[in-house]
């Protein structure tokens, strides 16, 4: 899975294109709001699907398919 999920936690952008990183960083300077949302669904995200846990978890699924 993908940790970034575009509009969701931040902000997926095209690599190596100024135009687009230009435009996230004044999309998230002007929107404290989104900015806010988007750092507390990315602590929920990781927390939940990149834990020692679930990481043991998926590891051990791999070996036993």
């Given amino acids: 899975p ?3 999920d575009n509009l969701q936690n931040g902000l997926l952008i ?3 294109s100024p135009e687009e990183i230009i435009n996230a ?3 998230l300077k002007r929107d ?3 900015r ?3 750092g507390e669904a990315a602590r929920r995200k990781v927390t939940k699907d990149f834990s020692i846990e679930a990481m043991i978890k998926k590891t ?3 070996y036993n398919s």
């Fill in 60 to 62: 051990v699924e791999v």
């Fill in 36 to 38: 806010a949302i988007f």
């Fill in 2 to 4: 993908e940790i970034v």
């Fill in 14 to 16: 095209k690599p190596a």
């Fill in 25 to 27: 960083i004044s999309y």
């Fill in 32 to 34: 404290a709001g989104d």
